[in-house]
C-alpha cells in the first residue's frame, strides 16, 4: 500500500518528493512567502537533480474555474434540476449548502 509522502519544511519553504512518471522521480519545492512552486527532476544516470519547471502562483490562485470539467455553473444547474425533480415526484430533498461537506 502506498504511503503519502512526506513533506519537510518551515519558514516558508516546502519540499516534497514526487514522482513524474514510472521510473522518473525528484522534488517539488514551494516557497509560500514568494508564491513560487519549482520542480527538480533527478537524472540518475548523471547523477543530476535538475530545475524542470518553475511558475509564480500568486495569480493562479485568483482563479475560481479554470480547466474544470463540469464547470461549477453546470454543477450548480444539475443540483437545481435535480431538487426540482424531487419536489415534482414528492421526495424530501434538503437544501445544498455549498460551504459545507
Not at 13 to 23: D, E, K, R, V
Not at 55 to 69: H, Y
Not at 73 to 90: F, I, L, P, W, Y
Amino acid at each position: 500500500m502506498a504511503q503519502p509522502a512526506p513533506i519537510a519544511g518551515g519558514g516558508g519553504l516546502f519540499m516534497m518528493p514526487g514522482q513524474f512518471s514510472q521510473n522518473t522521480w525528484g522534488v517539488y519545492l514551494m516557497d509560500i512567502d514568494t508564491q513560487v512552486i519549482c520542480s527538480y527532476q533527478f537524472y540518475p544516470g548523471e547523477k543530476q537533480l535538475r530545475l524542470v519547471a518553475s511558475r509564480n502562483f500568486s495569480w493562479d490562485r485568483r482563479l475560481k474555474n479554470f480547466s474544470t470539467t463540469p464547470s461549477p455553473n453546470d454543477v450548480k444547474a444539475m443540483v437545481e434540476s435535480e431538487q426540482n425533480s424531487n419536489r415534482a415526484t414528492g421526495q424530501d430533498s434538503k437544501p445544498v449548502d455549498p460551504e459545507k461537506p
